[in-house]
C-alpha cells in the first residue's frame, strides 16, 4: 500500500504513525493519518468503559488503539511519525527519547496545517480571550459570506477539517474553503514547529500553565513564537505586560486599545464615542455586543481588525456583531429562577478570568469556585470577591486551598459543599438569603478533578439549573 506524503507530495510504501492521547483530535489525527495511507495506532494511557467503545470502534476501521499503554517507543518497530493530542506535555519521556532520535515528532495542529498550508489562517492565541474572539472573528467571517470554519479549541479539531477536504481542496458543504480561524493554545503552539498564520492575534498575557511551562518567560516565548511567524500581528494594547513591551517587541503590530487612540503605541483601531474606529473610519456601535464586560470590548476590537484586514465590509461587521449571542460556558446566562440569574462561566479555569468574569456580573453575588487548581497570583480575584461576592460555595479539589485563602484575606462567608450537585440548589438558597441577583459559576480552576473538562462542568451545572427551576 502507498500514502502520499503531504510535506513532500512523494509517493512512497506504508509507515507507521503513532498517536499519543484518544481525544477528539486525536481521533481526527488517526482518521486523517489513515486516509493517507499510513499505519495507525493510537496510544492511550487510560482505560474506561467509553474509551473501549471507542477502540472498538476504531478497530473496525483499521486503527489499532492500546489502552493502559505505558508509551515507551518499541525498538523493533520505531513509528516514522508520532502526534500528540494538545493535552498531552510535550516533555513526556516518549517524546523526548523521540526527538533525540530524529522521529518526526509534532501536535495535531501540525499536521493539520501540512495538509491546510494553502489556505489562509488567524491563528488566535492569548491567556484569556481566545474563545470569544475566536467566536466573534468565525461570526464576522461567515456573515460576509466566508467559508471559515474554526477550528482549535473551539469547533472542530483542526485534523477534521483536513479530513472533511474532497481533492478540489473544498469543505463537506461543497464550497472552497476561505479561511481557517484557529485558536491557538500554549500546547499546541509548542508542539507546531512551521505553523504560520496569515493573521496572528494575541489577546491578552499572565501566568498560567506554569506547571508545564515552568516559567513566565518560557511561557511567553512559546506565545511570541505563533506571532513572530505570523505574516500580520494584532495585540491587545490594553493589556500591560504586552502594551509594556510595545514596539520594542512588535515594531509592525496593529494595536488595539477600548481607551481610545492615544492610550496605544501606533494605534490602528480603538473605541471612542461608543464607536469602534479603524484608520479614523467608524466600524460599528459598541452596543451593538450584547456581551458585558470590557474585556468583551476588547475582543470585539481584535475581531473587527481581524476582519478589516482580511478585507471585510463594515455592514458585514455590523451584521455580524448585532447576531452574535455569546459563547457557551463563558458568561452564558443559563435560567433566570425567582429573579435570580444563573450564569455559567466553566470557561474560567485561572484566577485572571474568574476575576474578569465576576468583574462583569452585578452584584451582590452568589459564587461557585473551585475544582483543580493552577499556579497563579490570586490577589485581585480574591480582592473582586471580597468587593462581590455575598458567599462563595467551593467544589472540587480546591476547596480546602480556596477556603484557607479566603479565611487569610479576612473573608468568611464561605462553605464547602464539594459538587456541583450540592452547589446550586444551596446557590439558590442563599441568593434568597442575601438578595442576591445572580449566581456565578467561576471556577478560577481546572475541570479535571471531577470531570472530563471544562465543557462538561459547565453542562453538568446547566442540567442541575434546569432541574431546580423546574422544581
Known amino acids: ?107 495535531e495542529l501540525e499536521l493539520a496545517w501540512r495538509y491546510l498550508k494553502s489556505y489562509p489562517w488567524v491563528g488566535i492565541t492569548g491567556t484569556n480571550g481566545k474563545t470569544t474572539t475566536t467566536s466573534l472573528i468565525a461570526a464576522i467571517f461567515q456573515t460576509a459570506g466566508l467559508n471559515a470554519p474554526a477550528c482549535g479549541n473551539i469547533g472542530y479539531a ?3 477539517i483536513a479530513l472533511k477536504r474532497d481533492k478540489e481542496g473544498n469543505s463537506d458543504s461543497g464550497n472552497p474553503i476561505d479561511w481557517i480561524i484557529g485558536e491557538i493554545s500554549s500546547y499546541q503552539i509548542e508542539s507546531s514547529r512551521e505553523l504560520t498564520p496569515k493573521i496572528g492575534i494575541w489577546t491578552t498575557f499572565t501566568p498560567d500553565h506554569l506547571n508545564r511551562h515552568k516559567t513566565l518567560e518560557n511561557y511567553y516565548d512559546i506565545k511570541a513564537s505563533l506571532l513572530v511567524r505570523s505574516q500580520i500581528q494584532i495585540l491587545n494594547g490594553d493589556d500591560p505586560y504586552l502594551r509594556d513591551l510595545g514596539t520594542k517587541h512588535w515594531p509592525n503590530a496593529y494595536w488595539t486599545s477600548v481607551q481610545g487612540k492615544y492610550a496605544i503605541p501606533q494605534p490602528w483601531i480603538y473605541i471612542q464615542d461608543g464607536w469602534v474606529v479603524a484608520e ?73 478570568a474568574a476575576q474578569v468574569g465576576l468583574s462583569a456580573v452585578k452584584s451582590p453575588t452568589i459564587l461557585i469556585a473551585g475544582g483543580e487548581a493552577k499556579a497563579g497570583d490570586d490577589t485581585q480575584w480574591l480582592e473582586t470577591i471580597q468587593a462581590k461576592a455575598a458567599a462563595v460555595l467551593l467544589i472540587g479539589d480546591a476547596a480546602s486551598a480556596f477556603a484557607e485563602r479566603l479565611k487569610q484575606v479576612g473573608y468568611s462567608s464561605y462553605e464547602i459543599v464539594e459538587t456541583m450537585a450540592k452547589a446550586v440548589p444551596r446557590s439558590f438558597e442563599l441568593a434568597q438569603e442575601y438578595n442576591a441577583s445572580v449566581v456565578l459559576l467561576s471556577p478560577a480552576c481546572a475541570s479535571f478533578d471531577q470531570y472530563q473538562s471544562f465543557e462538561h462542568r459547565g453542562d453538568d451545572f446547566r442540567q442541575l439549573c434546569l432541574e431546580l427551576l423546574s422544581s
Not at 91 to 105: E, F, H
Not at 314 to 337: D, M, P, Q, W
Not at 340 to 351: G, H, L
Request: charged share 20%.
Open 158 to 160: 483542526a485534523c477534521e
Open 280 to 352: 479614523g473610519e467608524k466600524i460599528v456601535e459598541v452596543a451593538s455586543l450584547k456581551m458585558v464586560g470590557n474585556h468583551n470590548q476588547q475582543n470585539l476590537l481584535m475581531a473587527v481588525a481581524a476582519a478589516r484586514l482580511a478585507g471585510i465590509d463594515k455592514n458585514a461587521i455590523a451584521n455580524a456583531i448585532a447576531n452574535f449571542s455569546g459563547v457557551s460556558h463563558r458568561l452564558e446566562h443559563i435560567i433566570t429562577c425567582q429573579g435570580i440569574d444563573f450564569i455559567n462561566d466553566s470557561k474560567a479555569t485561572n484566577y485572571d
Open 1 to 107: 500500500m502507498r500514502y502520499a506524503n503531504p510535506e513532500t507530495s512523494t509517493i512512497g510504501f506504508m509507515l507507521n504513525a503513532k498517536v499519543i492521547g484518544l481525544g477528539r483530535s486525536g481521533i481526527a489525527t488517526a482518521r486523517l493519518l489513515k486516509q493517507e495511507g499510513w499505519q495507525v495506532t493510537i496510544s492511550e494511557r487510560n482505560i474506561s468503559e467509553s474509551l473501549q467503545n471507542q477502540q472498538q470502534t476504531l478497530a473496525t476501521e483499521g486503527i489499532t488503539v492500546k489502552l493502559g499503554d505505558v508509551q515507551t517507543l518499541d525498538d523493533s518497530e520505531l513509528p516514522k511519525l508520532i502526534v500528540v493530542s494538545p493535552g498531552v506535555p510535550w516533555d513526556i519521556p516518549i517524546l523526548i527519547d523521540a526527538r533525540n532520535r530524529g522521529i518526526d515528532t509534532i501536535g
